[in-house]
């Protein structure tokens, strides 16, 4: 099974940028489409970025449209999330995972805390 590990988050000020990694086990990994998924205090998780198997097509909630890019690098089972002009509203543990139709493909990793000061 693939095991997911994300890294990266931290606390800056509004304005500012994170790059998050997440890390896959497994031989697998070039087989899913991934995306990233975050969870604010009190709200359920939603939907931030997707990427298909070969990058060729991406997908991102309006609210993070135009600020956050997603990527991966197969050969490296690594997906990233670069977040530019980070607004308060971004503070959330961001998830990976890899997406299908209503559910996920795989076990949920610890999630990396992103915290955006005003």
């Known amino acids: 099974q693939v095991q997911l590990v994300e890294s990266g988050g931290g606390l800056v000020q509004a304005g500012g940028s994170l790059r998050l990694s997440c890390a896959a086990s497994?031989?697998?990994?070039?087989?899913?489409?991934m995306g990233w998924f975050r969870q604010a205090p009190g709200k359920e998780r939603e939907f931030v970025a997707a990427i298909s198997r070969s990058s060729g097509n991406t997908d991102y909630a309006d609210s993070v449209k135009g600020r956050f890019t997603i990527s991966r690098d197969n050969a490296k089972n690594t997906v990233y999330l670069q977040m530019n002009s980070l607004k308060p509203e971004d503070t959330a543990v961001y998830y990976c995972n890899a997406p299908y139709g209503l559910g996920f493909l795989l076990d949920w990793g610890q999630g990396t805390q992103v915290t955006v000061s005003s």
């Open positions: 497994g031989r697998t990994f070039n087989s899913y489409v």
